[in-house]
Structure formats: structure tokens, C-alpha cells
């Protein structure tokens, strides 16, 4: 069946920084825009990052753009998300979502049918 399992969370300092992946399975991953959402407590679902089928296309959130890059390997079906100085306020759980298609990765959860199971990310002040 079709999954999406992240890996890579955990516990940082502020300033620090963590690498999430996404390992895909059951679809053609290339075909496939993948995005990067997080959710506190409490809160809606957060866009964090996108890529288009072949990473031509990347969009992050402004409140992580130049910290934050999101890419992918089509032959191992996983897509990253690298997060350099890290502070207090990215504390979420972070999931990632497909959307088979080409063209720009919306950055509308809504708009993605197939997610992960999420991990969680904690930054200490």
C-alpha cells in the first residue's frame, strides 16, 4: 500500500540543526510533488516547504525561508528537509505529503491526499 514514513526528528538546541526525510512507497515517487507541513497543539496545519516531481520548483514558508531547504532523490523515493538555526518557535510535529502531478507544488494541505504518520521536532531555548 501506499505510505510515507519520516525519520530524522528529535531534540536540538536553538541554533541547531536536524535533517528530516521521508521515505515513499507504494507510488511512483516521481511522480509526485512533495511538501513538508507541521502542526503545534492547538493549531492548524502549518506549510513548511514544497517540490515539484523533479525538484525544479521549490517554495518554503516565509518563516522559514534561508533556514530551511527541502529536496529529494527519485531514486531512493525520499524527500529531506535540511533545518539549520533552528529556534524555539519550528517545535512541531512535521509530516510530509504527496500530490501526484507536475507543475507547481501547492502549498495547500488540502491539496494533498497521501501523508505521513509525522515526527516530532523539539527545540530548546
Known amino acids: 500500500q501506499v505510505q510515507l514514513v519520516e525519520s530524522g526528528g528529535g531534540l536540538v538546541q536553538t541554533g541547531g540543526s536536524l535533517r528530516l526525510s521521508c521515505a515513499a512507497s507504494?507510488?511512483?515517487?516521481?511522480?509526485?510533488?512533495m511538501g513538508w507541513f507541521r502542526q503545534t497543539p492547538g493549531k492548524e496545519r502549518e506549510f513548511v516547504a514544497a517540490?515539484?516531481?523533479?525538484?525544479?520548483?521549490?517554495t518554503y514558508a516565509d518563516s522559514v525561508r534561508g533556514r530551511f531547504t527541502i529536496s529529494r532523490d527519485n531514486a531512493k523515493s525520499t524527500v529531506y528537509l535540511q533545518m539549520n538555526s533552528l529556534k524555539p518557535e519550528d517545535t512541531a510535529v512535521y509530516s510530509c505529503?504527496?500530490?501526484?502531478?507536475?507543475?507547481?507544488?501547492?502549498?495547500?494541505?488540502?491539496?494533498?491526499?497521501?501523508w505521513g504518520q509525522g515526527t516530532q521536532v523539539t527545540v530548546s531555548s
Open positions: 507504494g507510488l511512483t515517487f516521481s511522480n509526485y510533488a
Open positions: 505529503a504527496g500530490r501526484s502531478g507536475i507543475g507547481s507544488p501547492s502549498i495547500l494541505a488540502r491539496m494533498y491526499p497521501i
Open positions: 517540490v515539484s516531481w523533479n525538484s525544479g520548483i521549490t
